[in-house]
């Protein structure tokens, strides 16, 4: 079984600035995936980045960048030039590589969540 | 937001009454996912679905059962609700290599 770890509850962060939220996990695949969800106090759950093992690349999506080890399973989440709609609880989560007739179904396992407030 | 809406948003209900929740989907996903969200556990998966009337349990299934006899519903039933169920319970689909949530309910048990 897979697990996921934050072991941040929570961060701050001046506007502005620069955070980064650190995930590792734990897993014996070879081959899946790792996201960064916000969810925001509407409650949604918003897509922020993802990551394909397979590739060295780090993801990155505007202010929104990763670092991946492989190696050291560890997937932290870096957010440059904070702004207050970036406030939100960040979860990391993982997937299984997901392929025709397998069975992994695209389940997804999910770390605590860390509270990033984004302060004026 | 692909196209998922759950049902109701919030619901108060009292210990031993049974309970659904409704997940519809417009976009003819074949995968469906039910989680529950409380402080300190992130999401955990409680049932999953991989077609019609194709189900099987997730981490946290005792006490839930659910149903899917159409590819756009996915039902989650409390069969005797109890105080630990109150959470915010959310339905997934996913397309590719990525999951849609739909906006949640919130549940209280009393």
């Known amino acids: 079984a897979q697990t996921v770890t934050q072991s941040q509850p929570e961060m701050s962060v001046q506007e502005a600035e620069t955070v980064t939220l650190s995930c590792t996990y734990d897993?014996?695949?070879?081959?899946?995936?790792l996201f960064w969800y916000k969810q925001p106090p509407s409650r949604q759950m918003i897509l922020v980045i993802r990551?394909?093992?397979?590739?060295?690349q780090n993801a990155t999506e505007n202010r929104f960048s990763v670092n991946f080890q492989k190696a050291a399973k560890s997937f932290s989440l870096k957010i440059s030039d904070s702004q207050l709609g970036d406030t939100a609880m960040y979860f990391c989560?993982?997937?299984?590589?997901?392929?025709?007739?397998?069975?992994?179904?695209?389940?997804?396992?999910f770390g605590q969540g860390t509270i990033l407030t984004v302060h004026p | 937001d692909a196209g998922i809406t759950q049902s109701p948003r919030h619901k108060v209900t009292e210990t031993g009454t049974p309970v659904t929740l409704r997940c519809h989907q417009t976009?003819?996903?074949?995968?469906m996912y039910w989680y529950r969200q409380d402080p300190g556990h992130g999401l955990r998966l409680i049932h999953y679905?991989?077609?019609?009337?194709?189900?099987d349990k997730g981490e946290v299934s005792d006490g839930y059962s659910v149903s899917r006899s159409k590819t756009e519903d996915f039902l989650l039933t409390l069969e005797s609700a109890t105080s630990s169920q109150t959470s915010v319970y959310f339905c997934?689909?996913?397309?590719?290599?990525?999951?849609?949530f739909g906006q949640g309910t919130r549940l209280t048990v009393v």
């Open positions: 997934a689909i996913r397309e590719d290599r990525e999951a849609f």
């Open positions: 897993t014996s695949e070879n081959n899946y995936y």
């Open positions: 990551q394909e093992a397979y590739k060295q």
């Open positions: 989560a993982f997937m299984k590589h997901v392929f025709a007739g397998g069975t992994s179904y695209g389940k997804l396992t």
């Open positions: 976009e003819n996903h074949r995968y």
């Open positions: 679905s991989y077609g019609v009337k194709d189900t």
